[in-house]
């Protein structure tokens, strides 16, 4: 994970998404232990308050769980279980601004798939 943050949400949000997107990526796999909430803290310069609240959110969310005396892991069925989520999130946030974006520029679904395959697209 990187160090820096943004001031355009918390710092303990911005780490739980740092993690979201590790388990998304698959560097962090079910099973694996999270780091500690001090060597978090520590290697990040940030209260451990902030780790735990991170952690505490993806505890409640049963994407990590607490084991008494040795730490976080990640859950099986997390990555899916995240993927289930953001997928409903975009679709209900963020495409109806996409859509409405796309229906404003006139842009058809033959010009976006021809970006798209092309080498200054996204693919």
Same mark, same amino acid.
């Given at each position: 994970?990187?160090?820096?943050?943004?001031?355009e949400a918390p710092?303990?949000?911005?780490?739980?998404?740092r993690i979201v997107?590790?388990?998304?990526?698959?560097?962090?796999?079910?099973?694996?232990?999270?780091?500690?909430?001090?060597?978090?803290?520590?290697?990040?310069?940030?209260?451990?308050?902030?780790?735990?609240?991170?952690?505490?959110?993806?505890?409640?969310?049963?994407?990590?769980?607490?084991?008494?005396?040795?730490?976080?892991?990640?859950?099986?069925?997390?990555?899916?279980?995240?993927?289930?989520? !953001?997928?409903?999130?975009?679709?209900?946030?963020?495409?109806?601004?996409? !859509?409405?974006?796309?229906?404003?520029?006139?842009?058809?679904?033959?010009?976006? !798939?021809?970006?798209?395959?092309?080498?200054?697209?996204?693919?």
């Amino acid at each position: 994970m990187r160090a820096e943050w943004s001031d355009e949400a918390p710092i303990y949000r911005q780490l739980r998404e740092r993690i979201v997107l590790l388990i998304l990526e698959g560097a962090l796999a079910p099973g694996d232990a999270l780091p500690s909430v001090r060597q978090v803290a520590a290697d990040y310069r940030i209260n451990p308050l902030t780790v735990s609240k991170a952690y505490q959110e993806l505890s409640e969310e049963n994407i990590v769980e607490k084991r008494r005396g040795l730490g976080l892991y990640v859950n099986e069925g997390a990555r899916e279980k995240l993927k289930t989520q !953001l997928r409903q999130q975009f679709l209900d946030e963020e495409w109806p601004r996409v !859509l409405k974006r796309i229906e404003l520029l006139d842009l058809t679904p033959a010009e976006l !798939l021809a970006f798209n395959s092309s080498p200054g697209g996204a693919a």
